[in-house]
């Protein structure tokens, strides 16, 4: 390993956690934005969609390509591109005109979140390589963290103070600015694959290998669950008369606290034991959820918490501790797999949800019956998921117990600093 006494860990680290709570609050305030731009800027429901859309697949292509241009440009070259993309979709949002240079503004936001993904996950694993589960899990307590803070400040600013919303997006320039002067100091270390001597063809053929692409569909599962299920959380419940957005700030306050204290849960389970506890209590979860009513459904929210806690970091844990030699590529690959999944399953669980209101409307019930079981039967439709992935986890933990899947390489000693 390269010398570390020019390392600075614990900056590196506060930083980067910075940088996820950007890409966090920009997600928290795209629920907020919906409304208030359809009404300034007369558009429609699917307009809406067409501006936010590139906050998917923007991610998602920023990671792809981010990957392997991670041990080519280096990281923080790509935190470099990720403070260009967050400051020039910010500054587009507040001086936006019209849809068009709202739509530029989030393919910036896109293609920031994604860099910040792209490179701050191989940044936590070569940092931290023989304890890169829980540091992942710790380094992704900002994302539900940073979706806490975006959904409060959104409630306040728009909900009850009714300020104007280039004041709140303006208020983003803040950590923005904060983790670019932070990063711009600091030196990076090496990724992993490059100190372990791993060949650019070793990692492409590791990314090919089947428990890789096991993994990579597991993701779209995963992330389906997780997401997915976190996008239409307040219409799913508005049938069941109590608060979507409460609920939603319930759940990633949950994880948030969960993935800070993950270090004895990964000593106790490892990756392959906490992904099946995850889908197990995301599948008891979203049952739950689609029997709960009222403040009850705090309660199967807390299950559903549980369960998808875990699902993101140790799904990149997996991957960086069994199979290393896809490097940064393999973990690009698997986040902009989660996003992409997102980008899919979001219009898939709204034409669930409205067939089933259609059909629940056929037998004569009013329309808040028919949104209650319209939400309870897509809880139901994506509770099949999880119930799946506790199988193919359960395999493959059986054959690591075998040691046929999955071998780790011994882990690179650093000296921390």
Same mark, same amino acid.
């Not at 260009?84 to 005109?97: E, K, Q, R």
């Not at 090496?190 to 090919?208: D, I, P, Q």
């Not at 389970?269 to 709960?292: C, D, E, Q, W, Y």
């Not at 059909?359 to 799946?388: C, H, R, W, Y």
């Given at each position: 390993? !390269?010398?570390?006494?020019?390392?600075?860990?614990?900056?590196?680290?506060?930083?980067?956690?910075?940088?996820?709570?950007?890409?966090?609050?920009?997600?928290?305030?795209?629920?907020?934005?919906?409304?208030?731009?359809? !009404?300034?800027?007369? #558009?429609?429901?699917?307009?809406?969609?067409?501006?936010?859309?590139?906050?998917?697949?923007?991610?998602?292509?920023?990671?792809?390509?981010?990957?392997?241009?991670c041990?080519?440009?280096?990281?923080?070259?790509?935190?470099?591109?990720?403070?260009?993309?967050?400051?020039?979709?910010?500054?587009?949002?507040?001086?936006?005109?019209?849809?068009?240079?709202? =739509?530029?503004?989030?393919?910036?936001?896109?293609?920031?979140?994604?860099?910040?993904?792209?490179?701050?996950?191989?940044?936590?694993?070569?940092?931290?390589?023989?304890?890169?589960?829980?540091?992942?899990?710790?380094?992704?307590?900002?994302?539900?963290?940073?979706?806490?803070?975006?959904? #409060?400040?959104?409630?306040?600013?728009?909900g !009850?103070?009714?300020?104007?919303?280039?004041?709140?997006?303006?208020?983003?320039?803040?950590?923005?600015?904060?983790y670019?002067?932070?990063?711009?100091?600091?030196?990076?270390?090496?990724?992993?694959?490059?100190e372990? $001597?791993?060949?650019?063809?070793?990692?492409?053929?590791?990314?090919?290998?089947?428990? %890789?692409?096991?993994?990579? %569909?597991?993701?779209?599962?995963?992330?389906?669950?997780?997401?997915?299920?976190?996008?239409?959380? !307040?219409?799913?419940? &508005?049938?069941? &008369?109590?608060?979507?957005?409460?609920?939603?700030?319930?759940?990633?306050?949950?994880?948030?606290?969960?993935?800070?204290?993950?270090?004895?849960?990964?000593?106790?389970?490892?990756?392959?034991?906490?992904?099946? %506890?995850?889908?197990? %209590?995301?599948?008891?979860?979203?049952?739950?959820?689609s029997?709960a009513?009222?403040?009850?459904?705090?309660?199967?929210?807390?299950?559903?918490?549980? $369960?998808v806690?875990?699902?993101?970091?140790?799904?990149?844990g =997996?991957?960086?501790?069994?199979?290393?030699?896809?490097?940064?590529?393999?973990?690009?690959?698997?986040?902009?797999?989660?996003m992409?999944?997102?980008?899919?399953?979001?219009?898939?669980?709204?034409?669930?949800?409205?067939?089933?209101?259609?059909?629940?409307?056929?037998?004569?019930?009013?329309?808040? &019956?028919?949104?209650?079981?319209?939400?309870?039967?897509?809880?139901?439709?994506?509770?099949?998921?999880?119930?799946?992935?506790?199988?193919?986890?359960?395999?493959?933990?059986?054959?690591?117990?075998?040691?046929?899947?999955?071998?780790?390489?011994?882990?690179?000693?650093?000296?921390?600093?």
């Amino acid at each position: 390993m !390269q010398p570390t006494n020019l390392i600075h860990k614990n900056p590196l680290f506060f930083a980067s956690c910075i940088a996820l709570i950007v890409t966090s609050m920009t997600f928290a305030f795209r629920a907020a934005l919906e409304g208030v731009w359809g !009404q300034e800027y007369n #558009l429609t429901k699917e307009e809406l969609g067409w501006i936010f859309s590139p906050a998917f697949w923007g991610f998602t292509l920023a990671m792809i390509f981010g990957g392997p241009l991670c041990d080519v440009l280096g990281m923080k070259r790509l935190i470099g591109l990720a403070f260009v993309g967050h400051l020039s979709g910010i500054l587009l949002y507040i001086f936006a005109g019209n849809a068009t240079m709202l =739509f530029a503004g989030s393919v910036c936001i896109g293609i920031g979140n994604g860099m910040v993904e792209a490179a701050c996950n191989p940044l936590i694993t070569a940092m931290y390589p023989e304890n890169k589960t829980t540091m992942l899990n710790r380094f992704h307590v900002w994302f539900p963290g940073g979706i806490v803070i975006g959904g #409060l400040v959104a409630y306040l600013f728009i909900g !009850q103070l009714h300020i104007d919303w280039h004041i709140m997006v303006g208020i983003l320039l803040l950590p923005v600015i904060a983790y670019g002067v932070l990063f711009f100091g600091l030196k990076f270390p090496k990724t992993e694959r490059v100190e372990r $001597g791993v060949s650019t063809a070793e990692m492409f053929k590791a990314c090919l290998s089947p428990l %890789f692409l096991l993994m990579i %569909f597991c993701m779209f599962l995963t992330a389906a669950t997780e997401l997915g299920t976190g996008s239409w959380i !307040q219409a799913l419940l &508005q049938g069941v &008369q109590v608060s979507g957005i409460l609920i939603l700030v319930f759940i990633n306050g949950l994880m948030a606290l969960g993935r800070a204290m993950a270090g004895p849960i990964v000593h106790k389970f490892n990756p392959t034991g906490m992904l099946i %506890f995850s889908a197990f %209590f995301a599948a008891i979860g979203l049952v739950l959820l689609s029997h709960a009513t009222g403040y009850y459904a705090f309660g199967a929210a807390f299950v559903f918490a549980v $369960g998808v806690c875990f699902f993101w970091p140790t799904m990149l844990g =997996f991957v960086s501790e069994y199979l290393p030699k896809t490097g940064a590529l393999g973990l690009s690959l698997m986040g902009g797999a989660g996003m992409l999944s997102v980008s899919l399953i979001l219009p898939a669980m709204g034409g669930w949800y409205d067939g089933f209101k259609s059909e629940a409307l056929k037998t004569g019930i009013n329309s808040l &019956q028919a949104d209650a079981i319209a939400g309870s039967s897509t809880f139901l439709k994506v509770a099949i998921m999880p119930a799946v992935l506790v199988l193919i986890f359960s395999l493959i933990y059986l054959f690591r117990k075998k040691g046929s899947v999955g071998v780790p390489l011994p882990p690179l000693t650093t000296k921390t600093h």
